[in-house]
């Protein structure tokens, strides 16, 4: 039996010996090269032979930058940004020259692992790839049998490959729609489309906006290989204004910064809307033509009038009745019309009587919901004076083009991003800044540029994923049938808060396979542990195709796979012939990426070939991209009447068919908690790391070891140092770390960065402390409510 304890897996080349358990190659690497620091420092030979090899960054970090990589010796040597594309793209920043520093990390998973002892006590033993996949066949049937397929759960982290194990296995997966997906839980419904998707333009369109409101992410953090486009944008004259509770890179280089309390976003917005309606600055044709504002509702009960009856069901087909189209009144007959014959002659405004029935327009009843959210109001709960939030709503609705970002990682981590989302859509159908030039909404991470359709590998039609009735991170406190994870990465360390909560429910499962990289939190706590490489190891020539930020890209192998590990396509392939389904599979990554370019009509009309792509260093700026590329020129959207219908009545009854304000779940003012835990609690990014990765290069670790960042007059009042011990607690549990004092960070909070590893830190876990609360709405909204990781109060006091 070998131990895993500490900061790293200590598994010895006596361990492997012993156990028996990987070829000859992995033994070798694994006596030569468990880090890279040895390897580092050494002299390369005066005759060493050396390739260059074009590749693709891997996907979640968002840079999607292309890679010219150096191979000595058969060793990763160097990366730089791929030379031979648009100067403009040819970029890569710490994270991808670090990746040297991952291939070769002392973090590396070396070879199979089963666990020996207790769940979380590190305990496991070195097997074989044989003896691991058996043992997760084994299980995967038993669990089959006693359960039924809805019982195992695929738990989708940031970077393994894994798309069509969860059809074939007939299991549910995600990436756990708790995070990154609560603003857009607000904006999906008005215009239609993937929650999760970007912008409405391009980042690029910037150098045409006139106003650009980012609030509640650090753009030049989270998506800094598009920093040039920020740039670009305020040499040509936008006006930057970033909402921030802290004073973060990117409100360094903006024009305006607003501190503007944590969580109180959504509180912004509503003062904004309330001044564009009092003052009537809003686009009235754009608001007749393109949104659901001017459809006629009941008044008493907040339905909206439709030309027929209710929803029904055809007694004959079982098939929905569509009540016919919504209703507006037409001024110039003085009755109620369907919207599509009276465009431009609808009341925008008033109140009629429709068949006996008291009916008002949207428009109407939208102004008057929002007369309780003046600016004063919205002062009040925002910490920012009225004035400023006017003259931002004025600058927003008439300096001409105006695009509002909203980001991943910030706001979205409270309990009401959602309204968020919903108000910045009213604000966008307020003033038709949507659709034209320099004009959008949404996050833009990863430029939010051009892409195109790759060719869809079928699977058979018996095969299908499992859909839950409980979401994936509501499995520790809702009933659920799930017994069994695979887990994809860090995923219990990055998708799951209140961790001493979580840890009670990952004791109840059955069976816990962990597949990734590195010896990273939710390693412990598997039964199964499988070792995938980089994406810079292979075991064929290419097996990654991509198509975003307006170029196909294609991976190249530069270095055989270390240790014994195996790329994650492979080990997907393993998992299937384990239960008898590898048959419906390509046979390799290299035919699966063969296919999706061969069979895409997209870059057939491109003539973009996989031979080609090879040839121009694996990198094809698609066509027709050099102008930005901006949705919903024609100003119809994803919905049934094409316009953008800013009225949710599906949310009606829990208070949200209009956006209102609720206050977070912890984080408020006069929150009788807070006189116990008085310091808001936040996770942030940082250039540094992406989630939980990135988390396994020396070079970075200098830069992102979980520390706990104060205000110095919060410290002061503590009687802690810079550099001092701390504990960080409330009632959920504590972790240690040291404390560094930052004037950036606002007083009365306290900051760290998002899902750092609990090895590089003192004691505990930084989601010791976090929130789990679950909003009663939850099941109204596309995705289900956001984690409220930053909706969370603690103390600090010296350790």
């Keep these: 039996m070998t131990g895993a304890q500490g900061s790293k897996f200590d598994l010895t080349r006596r361990g492997f010996l012993k156990a028996g358990a990987v070829s000859a190659m992995g033994l070798a690497a694994a006596g030569s090269m468990t880090g890279c620091s040895g390897w580092l420092g050494s002299t390369a030979p005066e005759a060493a032979e050396e390739k260059t090899v074009y590749t693709l960054h891997q996907f979640m970090c968002t840079g999607r930058c292309s890679l010219k990589c150096t191979v000595r010796d058969g060793r990763l040597a160097m990366i730089q940004p791929n030379d031979t594309v648009d100067e403009y793209y040819r970029h890569v920043c710490m994270k991808g020259i670090s990746e040297i520093q991952h291939v070769y990390s002392d973090e590396r998973l070396q070879t199979p692992m089963r666990r020996v002892g207790e769940r979380g006590s590190n305990e496991f033993e070195a097997i074989t790839w044989d003896e691991a996949l058996a ?65 409405t333009a391009e980042s690029r369109d910037w150098v045409n906006t006139k106003t650009l409101v980012i609030a509640g992410t650090n753009l030049l953090e989270t998506s800094m290989m598009q920093a040039n486009t920020f740039m670009d944008a305020k040499e040509a004259g936008c006006e930057i204004i970033v909402l921030d509770p802290h004073f973060s890179t990117t409100a360094s280089k903006a024009d305006q910064w607003i501190p503007i309390q944590p969580g109180c976003d959504a509180a912004f917005y509503l003062g904004m809307m309330t001044y564009i309606l009092d003052n009537k600055l809003y686009d009235e044709k754009f608001v007749l033509e393109h949104t659901s504002l001017p459809f006629l509702m009941n008044a008493e009960t907040g339905e909206m009038l439709r030309e027929g009856k209710e929803w029904g069901v055809d007694e004959e087909t079982g098939e929905p009745v569509d009540p016919g189209d919504f209703m507006v009144w037409d001024a110039t007959v003085g009755k109620a019309v369907p919207y599509s014959s009276a465009i431009l002659t609808a009341s925008l405004e008033g109140e009629f009587d429709v068949d006996g029935v008291k009916a008002t327009t949207a428009f109407s009843n939208l102004k008057k919901n929002q007369a309780r959210y003046t600016t004063e109001w919205a002062a009040g709960v925002t910490g920012i004076d009225a004035a400023t939030i006017e003259e931002v709503a004025r600058k927003y609705a008439t300096n001409g083009p105006a695009y509002l970002v909203f980001g991943q990682g910030g706001s979205d981590k409270y309990s009401n991003p959602d309204i968020i989302g919903h108000a910045g859509m009213v604000l966008t159908a307020l003033t038709g800044n949507i659709g034209k030039p320099g004009s959008g909404i949404g996050h833009t991470i990863g430029g939010a540029g051009y892409g195109v359709a790759l060719g869809e590998w079928k699977l ?75 994406k810079f190891e292979d075991t064929v020539e290419h097996s990654i195709v991509r198509s975003d930020y307006n170029h196909v890209n294609l991976q190249t192998k530069c270095i055989d796979p270390l240790f014994d590990s195996k790329p994650d396509f492979d080990v997907m392939r393993l998992i299937a012939e384990s239960v008898g389904l590898g048959e419906y599979l390509p046979k390799d990554a290299e035919e699966l990426v063969r296919y999706q370019i061969e069979n895409s009509k997209d870059l057939a009309d491109q003539g973009i070939t996989f031979d080609a792509l090879i040839k121009n260093h694996g990198s094809i700026k698609m066509a027709n991209t050099d102008e930005p590329r901006r949705g919903y020129t024609d100003l119809k959207f994803k919905t049934p009447t094409e316009r953008m219908e800013v009225y949710y009545q599906s949310q009606a009854e829990v208070g949200q068919g209009w956006p209102n304000w609720e206050e977070n779940n912890e984080a408020y003012a006069g929150n009788p908690l807070a006189e116990k835990y008085p310091l808001q609690f936040t996770q942030t990014r940082t250039r540094f790391s992406n989630h ?36 960080a607690f409330n009632d959920r549990g504590s972790f240690k770390c040291v404390a560094r004092a930052n004037n950036a960070v606002r007083p009365g909070s306290s900051r760290t960065f998002e899902a750092g590893w609990s090895k590089f830190i003192e004691e505990g876990n930084t989601q010791n402390v976090t929130n789990d609360h ?17 909706d969370t109060l603690i103390e600090v006091k010296k350790a």
């Design 692 to 727: 939980s990765h990135f988390k396994a290069a020396a070079w970075l670790q200098q830069f992102v070891k979980p520390v706990l960042e104060l205000n110095p007059k919060d410290m002061e009042s503590r009687g802690i140092a810079d550099g001092d011990l701390i504990e």
């Design 135 to 199: 043992t997760i066949g084994e299980e995967l049937n038993k669990a089959w049998d006693k359960y039924g397929k809805s019982s195992v759960y695929m738990s989708a982290s940031n970077e393994p490959r894994f798309s069509f194990l969860p059809a074939l296995l007939g299991c549910a997966t995600g990436v756990e729609p708790g995070i990154d997906r609560g603003t857009g839980n607000g904006e999906a419904p008005a215009i239609g489309g993937d929650v999760f998707g970007g912008g």
């Design 460 to 534: 058979p039609e018996q095969f299908k994923p499992a859909e839950l009735d409980v979401r994936a991170d509501r499995f520790p406190t809702r009933e659920n049938d799930v017994h069994v994870i695979i887990s994809l990465g860090n995923t219990f360390q990055q998708y799951w808060a209140n961790m001493n909560k979580t840890r009670e429910w990952i004791d109840s499962l059955d069976f816990i396979v962990h597949i990734g990289m590195y010896y990273e939190d939710t390693v412990k706590y598997a039964d199964i542990v499988l070792p995938v490489c980089s």
């Design 774 to 790: 679950v909003n009663e709405r939850d099941e109204y909204l596309p995705t289900g409510a956001p984690i409220p990781f930053n």
